[in-house]
């Protein structure tokens, strides 16, 4: 099976400038989410998608932070405009069924530096 | 919104020896899972604990869910520099989503 696909691996930008990450979750799996991990931290999460629809996005930053799963499959996160402390590592995770117990699979993450 | 504690923060010995890393809650989780993190890479799963007293063994790791599933601890026989990385606990507190500890950074030397 594959795993869950992230890209891309890293980007660098300026503050201010805008960016977007893609995610390609598990065949299947109907709940996707976004985690952040600020280095040296564990993950936090951004926002949680059953199919198509936000499940949870209390602690996404709406102001500078959206993100969509327009077909229930493919996700992107965007940042517009970015700032320093925006620096982390983005995480897109997904599982068969939605509940913490079956555990989530995890993308390699894409490591974003603002400068 | 639950805390997850993590300790200690960092640890680094040498091959051979064992070591027990903690995870602590003021609150009841339903299930309590384990990942383990390498340089680069996402989270990935090791054990998921249910049950208040439950021990899990996976190899060299072993795993309990405190009796009043509020804490937790993963205990590993003589590491090996292949455990090297991040552990992180992650707790579900019956709704759909895991809140994660800050976790342990492991250091194994050779």
């Known amino acids: 099976e594959a795993g869950v696909a992230q890209s891309p691996r890293y980007k660098i930008i300026e503050k201010r400038q805008s960016v977007a990450f893609w995610c390609n979750p598990i065949?299947?799996?109907?709940?996707l989410y976004w985690y952040q991990q600020i280095l040296g931290q564990g993950p936090k999460l951004l926002i949680q998608?059953?199919?198509?629809?936000?499940?949870?996005d209390s602690q996404l930053p709406k102001d500078r932070f959206s993100a969509e799963r327009l077909k229930g499959v493919d996700s992107t996160l965007k940042i517009q405009p970015a700032k320093l402390e925006d620096s982390a590592v983005y995480l897109c995770?997904?599982?068969?069924?939605?509940?913490?117990?079956?555990?989530?699979?995890f993308g390699s993450g894409t490591r974003l530096t603002v400068v | 919104t639950q805390l997850l504690e993590q300790s200690p923060q960092f640890l680094s010995i040498q091959e051979g020896e064992n070591l027990t890393v903690y995870c602590n809650s003021s609150?009841?989780?339903?299930?309590l899972q384990w990942y383990r993190q390498e340089p680069g890479e996402g989270p990935v799963l090791l054990v998921t604990?249910?049950?208040?007293?439950e021990v899990k063994k996976l190899k060299r790791l072993t795993f309990q869910f405190g009796d009043a599933r509020k804490d937790s601890s993963l205990h590993i026989t003589a590491a090996q520099p292949g455990d090297t990385g991040l552990y992180l606990c992650?707790?579900?507190?019956?709704?759909?989503?895991?809140?994660f500890g800050g976790g342990t950074r492991l250091m194994v030397k050779p």
């Open positions: 995770a997904s599982s068969h069924q939605p509940g913490a117990r079956f555990g989530y699979t």
């Open positions: 065949s299947g799996h109907a709940t």
């Open positions: 998608f059953q199919n198509n629809g936000v499940v949870d």
């Open positions: 609150s009841v989780f339903s299930s």
């Open positions: 604990v249910v049950t208040g007293g």
């Open positions: 992650a707790a579900d507190n019956a709704g759909n989503m895991l809140t």
